[in-house]
């Protein structure tokens, strides 16, 4: 083979090559968009989807906090006996109930959202106990003017949880 014929093919593969070089990468660019938009119309859709279901669960989960107030559960839940203890059991059963029953919830809500409202069920569990713990609390109505006059004295767990939510909710928009 001759030098120039060489010198003329390389002459004629190289721009051929670098036209070639050009097209992968556009394409490939091309093609990497493409996907970028593909995902972010799915993701798209998804969010207005699951809108409504993340609002319902906030939703319920603020239901559950109202629910689960002091002042609220007490009258709520009456004494079936004078028996302290047997009270304090029954508020009990029914804050574990009243969570039990939306611990779905937790898929459509922040981790940070759900132990907020994880310890304040947990703390408002506490102040039952220890309102029931304290001497002059002997029987099941006593136990309610104890918890009750401990609320007018402080924040009940489940407001600042409930405050949680609200700003949660309202930075979705």
Same mark, same amino acid.
């Given at each position: 083979?001759?030098?120039?014929?060489?010198?003329?093919?390389?002459?004629?593969?190289?721009?051929?090559?670098?036209?070639?070089?050009?097209?992968?990468?556009?394409?490939?660019?091309?093609?990497?968009?493409?996907?970028?938009?593909?995902?972010?119309?799915?993701?798209?859709?998804?969010?207005?989807?699951?809108?409504?279901?993340?609002?319902?669960?906030?939703? =319920?989960? $603020?239901?559950? /906090? %109202?629910?689960?107030?002091?002042?609220?559960? #007490?009258?709520? +839940?009456?004494?079936?006996?004078?028996?302290?203890?047997?009270?304090?059991?029954?508020?009990?059963?029914?804050?574990?109930?009243?969570?039990?029953?939306?611990?779905?919830?937790?898929?459509?809500?922040?981790?940070?959202?759900?132990?907020?409202?994880?310890?304040?069920?947990?703390?408002?569990?506490?102040?039952? =106990?220890? $309102?029931?713990? /304290? %001497?002059?609390?002997?029987?099941?109505?006593? #136990?309610?003017? +104890?918890?009750?006059?401990?609320?007018?004295?402080?924040?009940?767990?489940?407001?600042?949880?409930?405050?949680?939510?609200?700003?949660?909710?309202?930075?979705?928009?």
């Amino acid at each position: 083979m001759n030098p120039e014929r060489i010198v003329d093919l390389f002459l004629f593969a190289i721009p051929a090559l670098i036209t070639g070089l050009i097209a992968y990468y556009f394409f490939k660019e091309h093609t990497k968009n493409e996907d970028g938009r593909r995902r972010y119309l799915l993701h798209k859709d998804m969010q207005v989807n699951a809108m409504p279901l993340r609002l319902q669960a906030y939703e =319920r989960m $603020a239901i559950f /906090l %109202e629910r689960i107030t002091p002042s609220k559960l #007490l009258i709520r +839940v009456s004494p079936i006996s004078s028996n302290k203890e047997d009270y304090e059991s029954l508020l009990i059963a029914s804050i574990e109930q009243e969570f039990e029953h939306n611990l779905s919830q937790q898929i459509y809500i922040s981790d940070d959202c759900w132990n907020i409202i994880t310890a304040a069920k947990n703390a408002t569990i506490q102040l039952i =106990r220890k $309102a029931s713990l /304290l %001497e002059k609390t002997d029987t099941a109505n006593k #136990l309610r003017e +104890v918890v009750l006059s401990e609320m007018m004295e402080k924040r009940a767990p489940s407001d600042t949880a409930l405050s949680f939510i609200k700003q949660e909710v309202s930075e979705m928009w």
